[in-house]
C-alpha cells in the first residue's frame, strides 16, 4: 500500500494545503509519495523533500505543466498510478479541477474532501453542506480522494530527507492552454491559512464599507472573507468567499460581521476555535454557532473595536 | 452552435436536511425539491449564448428517476428548447451519472457543454471534470465569464488566489461558478409554453454503461455541535473576553 500526495505549488513554492494533504496519507498508512508537476520548478521538489516522513518524491518539470491545467496534468497521473494504492490532492480549486478528470479516466468514483480517515477504505465527508456527515466505504482498487485542509493538521515541513526521482512529461494534452491569471495582491494573510479572519456579510451594505473590516484585519494581523450574500451583492470578488461553495476555513478566531449565518456560510466556517458575531438582528441564527455574540450596529460597534484594539 | 446542459434535481437550498432516526442514510421524506442553482446559472448562460445568436439550440438533460421531469420543465421554461431524461431508479454516483451523461453527448455532438460545478446535495463537484475526461474535451471549471470564439472559448476561472482565464478548444467542458451570471424566473406564459416542448425519455439499461456502484454509504449522522456561547453587552466586554478568556488575541 502507498499513497501519492499532488503537490500543490506555484513553480516556486509548495501550498500549505499540501501538507495537510500528507497528513491524511499518513493516517492511510504506507509509504508516502510526492508528486511535484510544474515548469522550472526544482525549488518546490527540495521543498517537499524536506517534508517530513516522506519517502520519494517524483519531480516532472517541463513547461507543460507550468500552469498544471487539468488535461495534461490528470494525464501525467495516470501514468504513474499503477504503482498507488491512494492518489490524494488538496479540496482546493486546483484539486477539485485535476482529480475528477483522472478519477474518470482511471474508471473509479473519487471521494471528494474527506475530514476524517477511518480506515484505508472508509472515509468520512460532509454532505448536505456540513448538515450531516457521511461515512463511505470504497471499493475501487485505486482510491482518489481530495482532502479537507482544515480537519487534518499539517505534518512537519521539516526534518525530511526524501530522495528526489525525475521523470518525463507523459499524455500532454493541447485541448486547453493557459491565457493570463489575476491573482489578488494582499499584505494580509491568506484565507485558508490565517490564524485569524474577519468576514463581512450582507450587513456591510457596499464594498466600501470592507474598509472597516481591513482596519481591524491589520491590527490583528488577519485575513478578510465575505458570505455569498456580500459576493452575489459585488460588494467583493469571489476569492473573498467562505462557505460551501466557496473556501473553508478554521482559523483560531472567526469573526462574522453583518453576516445572518445561513446553513451555506456556517459550512465553511463552523469549525473554527472561537467564533464571534456582530449583527444587529438577536435573532440572526450565526449567534447559535457564536461563542461570543454581540447585538449591536456594526457601523458603530466596528470602529469602536478598531480603537479598542 | 448546439449546447448541452445537464441538470440535477436536488433538495431545496432552504432546506435543512437531518439523517434518518437509524441513521441509514438522510431523511428525505417529504422535502422540497428544485433544480440546483448551480444548473440555473448553467440554463441561464446557455440561454443568454442563444439569445446573442452564438447557440442555435440548448438542450437540458437530466439522469435520475422520472420525477426529475419537473426541473427539466423548469429548463424548458427558462428557455431551453428540448429536454431528455435518462430514466433511472437507482441512485447513481457521480462517475455512472458522467457515463450516461457521455452517450447522451456523443448522440447530440454539441459544440459546447455547460454544467453547475457542482451540486448542494452530494457536494462532490466531480461530474463536469469526468463528463471531460469521458468525452476526452477540454475542461474549464468554475467560469465566472465565457467568450465564445470560432471552434474556441475564452474562459475565467474563479481559483482559490483570484481569477485564471484559459482558452479550450471546442467542443469543451465549461461548470459554472456563482458570478457567471444572474438566472431569471420563468415567466407564467413561458412555464405554459414549456408544457407543449419535446421532453424525450430514455431509459438507462439501453445505454449498455456500468452503472453498479464503487461506493458504499455505512452512515449518515449529525456534525459534532459546537457548544452554546454567550451574548455580550458591549465592545469592551467582546475585547476582555477574547484577551483573558479564549485568549485568542492579545
Redesign the interface.
Known amino acids: 500500500m502507498s499513497t501519492l500526495v499532488i503537490a500543490e505549488h506555484d513553480n516556486s513554492n509548495l501550498k500549505p494545503a499540501t501538507l495537510n494533504t500528507v497528513a491524511a496519507a499518513n493516517v492511510i498508512g504506507g509509504a508516502v509519495h510526492i508528486l511535484v508537476a510544474g515548469s522550472s520548478c526544482q525549488s518546490v521538489a527540495d521543498e517537499a523533500a524536506a517534508v517530513e516522513g516522506i519517502e520519494k518524491v517524483i519531480l516532472v518539470d517541463d513547461s507543460a505543466y507550468e ?1 498544471q ?3 495534461s496534468t ?1 494525464n501525467l497521473i495516470k501514468s504513474i498510478s499503477a504503482d498507488y494504492s491512494h492518489i490524494l490532492a488538496p479540496a ?3 484539486g ?10 482511471l ?7 474527506i475530514t476524517e480517515v477511518v480506515s484505508e477504505d ?1 472515509f468520512k465527508r ?15 482498487a485505486i482510491k482518489v480522494i481530495t482532502v479537507r485542509a482544515t480537519a487534518f493538521d499539517p505534518v512537519n515541513a521539516s526534518g525530511g530527507s526524501a530522495s528526489v526521482e525525475p521523470i518525463s512529461a507523459d499524455g500532454i ?12 495582491q494582499s499584505d494580509r494573510p ?1 484565507l ?1 491559512a490565517a490564524s ?1 479572519v474577519i468576514s463581512g456579510g450582507r450587513g456591510m451594505q457596499s464594498g466600501d464599507n470592507f474598509h472597516l473590516l481591513e482596519t481591524i484585519a491589520d491590527k ?1 494581523g488577519a485575513a478578510v472573507g465575505a458570505s ?1 450574500a456580500a ?2 451583492a459585488g460588494f467583493v ?3 473573498y468567499q467562505v462557505g ?2 466557496g ?1 473553508i476555513v478554521a482559523p ?2 472567526y469573526i462574522a460581521v453583518g453576516i445572518s449565518g445561513a ?2 456560510h456556517l459550512a465553511g466556517m ?1 469549525d473554527s ?4 458575531a456582530i449583527n444587529k438582528d ?1 435573532d440572526a441564527p450565526i ?10 450596529d456594526l457601523f458603530n ?1 466596528l470602529p ?2 478598531a480603537e ?2 | 452552435m448546439k449546447i448541452v446542459v445537464p441538470i440535477k434535481r436536488v ?1 431545496d ?1 432552504n432546506v ?4 434518518l432516526g437509524d441513521q441509514s442514510d ?1 431523511d428525505l421524506n417529504n422535502v422540497k425539491m428544485a433544480m440546483n442553482p ?1 444548473c440555473e446559472i448553467a440554463i441561464e448562460e446557455a440561454v443568454r449564448l442563444k439569445e446573442a445568436g452564438t447557440a442555435s439550440e440548448v438542450v437540458a438533460v437530466t439522469v435520475g428517476k422520472s420525477d426529475s421531469q419537473e426541473q427539466l420543465r423548469t429548463a424548458l421554461a427558462l428557455g431551453a428548447d428540448r429536454a431528455i431524461l435518462v430514466e433511472t431508479d437507482s441512485l447513481l ?3 455512472a451519472i ?1 457515463k450516461a451523461l457521455s452517450k447522451v453527448i456523443e448522440a447530440e455532438s454539441p459544440q459546447l457543454v455547460i454544467l453547475g ?2 451540486a ?15 468525452l ?7 467560469a ?1 465569464e465565457i467568450s465564445i470564439d470560432g471552434d474556441s472559448a ?1 474562459v475565467t ?13 471546442l467542443p ?1 467542458i465549461i461548470t459554472t ?3 457567471l451570471n444572474e438566472p431569471r424566473y420563468a415567466s407564467l406564459p413561458n412555464i405554459m409554453k414549456a408544457k407543449k416542448k419535446e421532453l424525450d425519455v430514455q431509459p438507462i439499461d439501453a445505454m449498455g454503461i456500468d452503472t453498479a ?11 459534532a455541535a ?7 453587552e ?3 466586554e ?2 476582555g ?2 484577551k483573558n478568556e ?1 485568549k ?2 492579545s
Open positions: 500552469n491545467l487539468a488535461e490528470a482546493t480549486t486546483f477539485k479541477n485535476v482529480l475528477p478528470r483522472l478519477s474518470a479516466l474508471d473509479v468514483q473519487q471521494i471528494s474532501e472508509t460532509p454532505i448536505y453542506a456540513g448538515s450531516c456527515i457521511a461515512t463511505v466505504k470504497s471499493s475501487d494534452s493541447d485541448l486547453s492552454s493557459f491565457v493570463n491569471e489575476e491573482i489578488a491568506e485558508t485569524i490583528l455569498r459576493v452575489d470578488p469571489n476569492d460551501q461553495t473556501k483560531d478566531l446553513i451555506q463552523k476555535k472561537v467564533i464571534v438577536e449567534f447559535q454557532v457564536a461563542d461570543y455574540g454581540l447585538v449591536a460597534a469602536e473595536l479598542q484594539l | 433538495v437550498y435543512k436536511v437531518r439523517p438522510v448551480f454516483e457521480p462517475l458522467a460545478k457542482q448542494i446535495d452530494g457536494d462532490n463537484n466531480q461530474t463536469g471534470q469526468m463528463l471531460a475526461a469521458l476526452n474535451y477540454g475542461q474549464a471549471t468554475f465566472s475564452s476561472r474563479e481559483i482559490d488566489g483570484g481569477l485564471q482565464t484559459i482558452k479550450v478548444s469543451a461558478d456563482l458570478r456502484p464503487r461506493m458504499e454509504l455505512l452512515s449518515v449522522e449529525l456534525p459546537r457548544q452554546e456561547g454567550i451574548k455580550v458591549s465592545v469592551e467582546l475585547v473576553k477574547l479564549a485568542v488575541i
